[in-house]
T-cell receptor, first 109, second 113 residues
Framework: RKEVEQDPGPFNVPEGATVAFNCTYS??????FFWYRQDCRKEPKLLMS???SGNEDGRFTAQLNRASQYISLLIRDSKLSDSATYLC??????????FGDGTTLTVKP | DAGVTQSPTHLIKTRGQQVTLRCSPK?????VSWYQQALGQGPQFIFQ???????QRGNFPDRFSGHQFPNYSSELNVNALLLGDSALYLC????????????FGQGTRLTVV
């Protein structure tokens, strides 16, 4: 079993839809959590950090559930430009960083 | 303010050869991490350098080694290249305590033939 697992994709949604991704992790020593966005053949770009209290950035909301060891990303009012692969990353305080394999989102007109 | 820069962007090597990839961190960052990303997979953590020392290492063989210089830039060396080493190699930089958010360079696409 992988240390970080993400929802299998792809997700194909119409513009304006709300879509949610989940990511589970197995290392209970994990301390910090992030969502990255990666466009085809490009580098991952940091989308947002994930805090226990939950955090929101415009149409994007991230949440962390430490008890169940999962993080989530909610995208509201999807745009065509949101089409990408979304990667979750889980870091330990020792510096080790583990990524999921990503979930591909395609937003269609 | 330059972000993370990597060189070269593309590289073709023959099986058995050695390769060196380079990374300059974002201004103000002192920590560099290296990742290998195969097609269709997430980035796999190779190692992290801080204060010119390897602070953490992932599950990669000793053929993968690195170095960090006093100016915080870093190199990734891979010896005895295998076909399976073909991948996108990403460098990410960060600052502050371990586990803080990291920013990626554009990567080096290595093809081993």
């Amino acid at each position: 079993r992988k240390e970080v697992e993400q929802d299998p994709g792809p997700f194909n949604v119409p513009e304006g839809a709300t879509v949610a991704f989940n990511c589970t992790y197995s290392n209970s020593a994990s301390q910090s959590f992030f969502w990255y966005r990666q466009d085809c053949r490009k580098e991952p770009k940091l989308l947002m950090s994930v805090y226990s209290s939950g955090n929101e950035d415009g149409r994007f909301t991230a949440q962390l559930n430490r008890a169940s060891q999962y993080i989530s990303l909610l995208i509201r009012d999807s745009k065509l430009s949101d089409s990408a692969t979304y990667l979750c990353a889980v870091n330990t305080n020792a510096g080790k960083s583990t990524f999921g394999d990503g979930t591909t989102l395609t937003v269609k007109p | 303010d330059a972000g993370v820069t990597q060189s070269p962007t593309h590289l073709i090597k023959t099986r058995g050869q050695q390769v060196t990839l380079r990374c300059s961190p974002k201004s103000g960052h002192d920590t560099v991490s290296w990742y290998q990303q195969a097609l269709g997979q997430g980035p796999q953590f190779i190692f992290q350098y801080y204060e010119e020392e390897e602070r953490q290492r992932g599950n990669f063989p000793d053929r993968f080694s690195g170095h960090q210089f006093p100016n915080y830039s870093s190199e990734l060396n891979v010896n005895a290249l295998l076909l399976g080493d073909s991948a996108l190699y990403l460098c990410a930089s960060s600052s502050g305590p371990p586990g803080t958010e990291a920013f990626f360079g554009q990567g080096t696409r290595l093809t081993v033939v």
